[in-house]
């Protein structure tokens, strides 16, 4: 039960600092939704600001293992250059985040044995958006580090898709 409240206190928290944390001047479809595929698989929603996003999932991980996780990105569009219509619409972003995890077999993320993990999260990668801002697909790397109930690596990554409304 005490997992479950943790839980709910860092939705709240990510909520409440995503929408206070910068000057929300986004495009006309700032908000999407879709699946992740990989380490972990779940669903991800992204907001996008000015230069910059709020990045949410719930997860399933390999290791039997549920995690939520919210980030914060730094947009860089362009990066790519704009040789063509398909790399104009191309967009760099490293970020930094957090990461909870809960575990049905009592193992939590890195082989934790309390079923309970918090780490830091440092999510970089691509994306492309259609032309008309309606879809996204994008591919992220991201390494991290657990700090609680034991320091230890983590690893992520994944592809994906978002609708935008």
Same mark, same amino acid.
Do not use: C
């Given at each position: 039960?005490?997992?479950?409240?943790?839980?709910?206190?860092?939705?709240?928290?990510? *909520? @409440? +600092? #995503?929408?206070?944390?910068?000057?929300?001047?986004?495009?006309?479809?700032?908000? $999407? +939704? #879709?699946? =992740?595929? &990989?380490?972990?698989? $779940? *669903?991800?929603?992204?907001?996008?600001?000015?230069?910059?996003? *709020?990045?949410?999932? =719930?997860?399933?991980?390999?290791?039997?293992?549920?995690?939520?996780? #919210?980030?914060? %990105?730094?947009?860089?569009?362009?990066?790519?250059?704009?040789?063509?219509? !398909?790399? &104009?619409?191309?967009?760099?972003? @490293?970020?930094?985040? +957090?990461?909870?995890?809960?575990?049905?077999?009592?193992?939590?993320?890195?082989?934790?044995?309390? &079923?309970?993990?918090?780490?830091?999260?440092?999510?970089?990668?691509?994306?492309?958006?259609?032309?008309? %801002?309606?879809?996204?697909?994008? +591919?992220? /790397?991201?390494?991290?580090? /657990? =700090?609680?109930?034991?320091?230890?690596? /983590?690893?992520? &990554? #994944? *592809?994906?898709?978002? !609708?935008?409304?």
């Amino acid at each position: 039960m005490r997992e479950r409240g943790m839980t709910k206190k860092f939705a709240i928290i990510a *909520i @409440v +600092l #995503g929408v206070f944390a910068t000057d929300v001047r986004a495009e006309s479809r700032p908000f $999407g +939704l #879709g699946i =992740i595929l &990989g380490q972990p698989t $779940g *669903i991800t929603g992204k907001y996008l600001m000015d230069s910059n996003a *709020i990045d949410a999932g =719930i997860a399933y991980s390999f290791g039997s293992s549920l995690l939520i996780y #919210g980030d914060y %990105h730094w947009l860089f569009p362009g990066f790519f250059g704009n040789s063509s219509e !398909f790399v &104009g619409a191309m967009t760099a972003y @490293v970020g930094g985040g +957090l990461v909870l995890s809960t575990s049905e077999n009592r193992t939590g993320v890195a082989g934790s044995t309390t &079923g309970f993990g918090v780490g830091v999260r440092v999510p970089f990668g691509a994306s492309w958006r259609s032309a008309d %801002h309606r879809f996204e697909v994008f +591919l992220e /790397l991201v390494p991290g580090i /657990l =700090i609680a109930p034991r320091t230890a690596a /983590l690893f992520e &990554g #994944g *592809i994906g898709g978002r !609708f935008y409304f």
